[in-house]
């Protein structure tokens, strides 16, 4: 019986590019896979076909032999034998390998996936610690001090999970390597030992403080130098400050991820603030000076032109925050809006109405220019 050719396998026109192979590939090495087709002897027999033609394709040399003289490249000594005497070459778990990551969570049996380390070591995991700070705290910078639970090595074994004077013994299911072997159809997978969880060793006499875990949570007191200009999500890395590795494993690092509080006058804007400031209609309408905070706790004077509108903004150089670890400082920007008088008394009343019949065209340019346009536009119309 004649061999189906490989690009029709893979389901590919012969000008498939490599991604398109490889995407081919594993779609249809997931369709086919004997896990998902239990005692399907078909999906099992094109699964194999599905690798064996992918083998071939994906090696430039074996493709071109292949394009040239078809499956007849393998036979008979001309390109080497693997493909059509065997079915599968020597690196076709290397092949597989994606899948299997894809499929199980982890590499077959010429993949690699998680490993630990020899004896059962294994770093420890990363910790994270969430600080919020004030917008004073983040222009100064501070040294702050928290207190952390974080898993520790017991000091009473020394990190081994063993009661003191006893030691792991090698686990007789995997024999000390920490994976068993299991086949699966016609290829053979590793998996992580399930007696000794992949340590390679089992203890049959845990150590009483940690119940043979080797760690136990502590609550630690930690020093974090918080630099002058961090930012809202700044994250500060302590090393070797998280969770203890098991079997003598390293530690995890603790990270502390920052948030600034809201301000009540400042909003953040990189290394610039910004304050919103309302001023009475006289002050924008005859000028003058107003005092306003800066986050030193200081404060600054502003001088208000006469006329100002409301929006107007006023920069002040070098009145912002700290640019992280540099000299700069950012600008304070500070944003005039015009408050519309409430509440007024008759004697106040009076007063503006006077001053309204007295004003002019000059007086309010804006607004008399707008209702001018708009009458123009009415006319226009026929409104």
């Excluded at 997931?30 to 994906?58: C, I, M, T, W």
């Excluded at 700070?133 to 063993?162: M, Q």
């Excluded at 299991?182 to 390679?200: K, L, M, N, S, V």
Aim: aromatic share 8%.
């Amino acid at each position: 019986m004649s061999k189906r050719c490989y690009y029709e396998i893979l389901q590919v026109s012969r000008q498939a590019s490599d991604a398109e192979l490889k995407s081919a590939f594993r779609k249809l090495a997931k369709k086919y896979h004997p896990d998902r087709n239990q005692g399907d002897q078909a999906s099992e027999k094109r699964f194999k076909e599905v690798g064996e033609a992918y083998e071939v394709l994906k090696d430039p040399q074996k493709r071109a032999a292949y394009d040239q003289y078809g499956h007849a490249a393998f036979e008979g000594g001309m390109g080497g034998g693997g493909a059509g005497q065997h079915g599968f070459g020597a690196d076709f778990g290397a092949s597989m390998s994606d899948i299997f990551e894809d499929l199980f969570g982890f590499g077959g049996a010429a993949g690699g996936g998680h490993r630990r380390g020899r004896g059962g070591r294994q770093r420890g995991d990363d910790l994270r610690y969430n600080m919020e700070i004030t917008l004073e705290e983040a222009y100064k910078g501070k040294n702050a001090e928290i207190s952390v639970p974080t898993p520790r090595t017991c000091e009473t074994c020394k990190g081994s999970g063993a009661k003191k004077g006893t030691k792991p013994t090698s686990c007789r299911t995997c024999h000390g390597s920490g994976k068993v072997r299991a086949a699966q159809g016609f290829f053979t997978i590793e998996r992580t030992c399930p007696d000794c969880h992949g340590h390679g060793e089992v203890i049959d006499n845990p150590c009483p403080d940690c119940r043979g875990t080797g760690r136990k949570v502590k609550e630690r007191t930690l020093s974090v130098n918080i630099p002058a200009g961090v930012e809202d999500g700044t994250r500060i890395r302590l090393a070797g400050e998280g969770e203890a590795g098991t079997k003598g494993g390293a530690s995890g690092d603790l990270y502390i991820f920052l948030s600034i509080r809201p301000h009540q006058f400042f909003q953040r804007d990189g290394a610039d603030l910004f304050c919103r400031v309302p001023i009475a209609m006289t002050a924008a309408a005859l000028g003058g000076q107003i005092e306003v905070p800066t986050v030193d706790g200081g404060r600054t004077r502003v001088k208000i032109p006469e006329g100002t509108q409301s929006g107007k903004q006023f920069r002040l150089r070098g009145k912002g925050m700290p640019v992280l670890r540099t000299s700069k400082l950012g600008d304070l920007y500070i944003q005039v809006e015009v408050e519309t008088p409430k509440n007024l008394s008759k004697k106040q009343k009076d007063l503006l109405r006077a001053f309204s019949k007295a004003c002019t065209d000059k007086t309010h340019p804006d607004s008399s220019g707008f209702f001018s346009r708009v009458r123009e536009f009415w006319s226009s119309t026929g409104a």
